[in-house]
């Protein structure tokens, strides 16, 4: 879904626990999108992506996302990750450091 098209469905949504945002399929714009409803709603940004490079993780960090999983480790730490935001900490994927001096992993 473009971010046209998912921000009328988003407004409907009143008080979200969390919300997961795949910038890799949706693209950026998106993660700007929710990052300015994030305020409005009150609640965590978990993003999934496929960089690796921690300049990138950071700005995304610093626009008020609260955690940063690989969609590689998605499965192995969605449940982890998702602990962590709901009560009130940040997460940075743990698999980070075994792609160290890749900035992009391909599918």
């Known amino acids: 879904m473009s971010p046209d098209e998912a ?4 407004q409907r949504v009143k008080k979200p626990a969390l919300i997961i945002v795949d910038t ?8 700007q999108v929710i990052l300015k409803m994030k305020k409005e709603m009150n609640c965590p940004v978990l993003v999934l992506d496929h ?47 075994a792609y160290k001096g890749n900035t992009y992993l391909l599918k």
Do not use: C, R, W
């Open 7 to 10: 921000s009328p469905q988003l």
């Open 24 to 31: 890799y399929s949706l693209g950026m714009n998106y993660l």
């Open 51 to 97: 960089y690796t490079e921690q300049l990138f993780i950071n700005d995304i960090l610093s626009k008020g996302a609260n955690g940063y999983l690989l969609v590689h480790s998605f499965e192995e730490e969605l449940g982890v990750a998702i602990g962590y935001l709901l009560h009130g900490e940040n997460y940075v994927s743990k698999l980070l450091e």
